[in-house]
């Protein structure tokens, strides 16, 4: 049974074939159907992909900000934790808190590069004005600023 319509199907299709041969006018509004029908399923695929393209790079863009709004917030993050951090580690010393802003922040290996060197700095300065006081020589000032903030932020090099 299944063959029956198959053959039928074949037999119209030599008809039409022949039909249209024979006929130019026919083929003419023939081919005209078929590429106005073409164009049509064209143009709803180009549309629907057209579409779907868009909104594929709607997302992609908003997921874009979305990392970069991430990134900014980590970064946000670290920087407040690596403050922290450094505001204990520096009371743990035994130096003051507000020295943090004298550190390096960038990220953990300068936080400790620069932690040392301030430490080493602040403890010099300290047993050198110990050692000038325990002599009777009145402290000296750098300049820059005074106390013992501006003679630690002299020996690092900072204004």
């Known amino acids: 049974?299944?063959?029956?319509?198959?053959?039928?199907?074949?037999?119209?299709?030599?008809?039409?074939d022949e039909l249209l041969r024979t006929n130019v006018?026919?083929?003419?509004?023939?081919?005209r159907k078929i590429s106005q029908a073409l164009s049509k399923a064209r143009a709803g695929w180009e549309k629907e992909h057209g579409e779907t393209s868009a909104r594929?790079?709607?997302?992609?863009?908003?997921?874009?900000?979305?990392?970069?709004?991430?990134?900014?917030?980590e970064a946000e993050l670290s920087l407040r934790e690596r403050k922290a951090l450094a505001r204990i580690t520096l009371?743990?010393?035994?130096?003051?808190?507000d020295l943090e802003s004298c550190l390096d922040l960038t990220d953990e290996e300068s936080l400790n590069l620069s932690m040392a060197s301030l430490e080493?700095?602040?403890?010099?300065?300290?047993?050198?004005a110990v050692?000038?006081?325990?002599?009777g020589l009145?402290?000296?000032?750098?300049?820059h600023s005074s106390g013992h903030m501006g003679q630690i932020r002299a020996a690092l090099g900072l204004k």
Do not use: H, Y
């Not at 006018?25 to 081919?31: A, G, P, V, Y």
């Open 138 to 143: 009145p402290p000296k000032s750098s300049g």
């Open 120 to 128: 080493t700095a602040f403890k010099g300065q300290v047993r050198k």
């Open 56 to 73: 594929i790079r709607e997302a992609e863009e908003k997921a874009q900000e979305q990392e970069r709004l991430l990134s900014q917030r």
């Open 1 to 16: 049974m299944e063959q029956r319509p198959a053959l039928e199907e074949k037999q119209g299709n030599r008809e039409l």
């Open 91 to 97: 009371q743990e010393k035994g130096l003051p808190g």
């Open 131 to 135: 050692e000038d006081q325990l002599r």
């Open 25 to 31: 006018e026919l083929q003419s509004q023939f081919d």
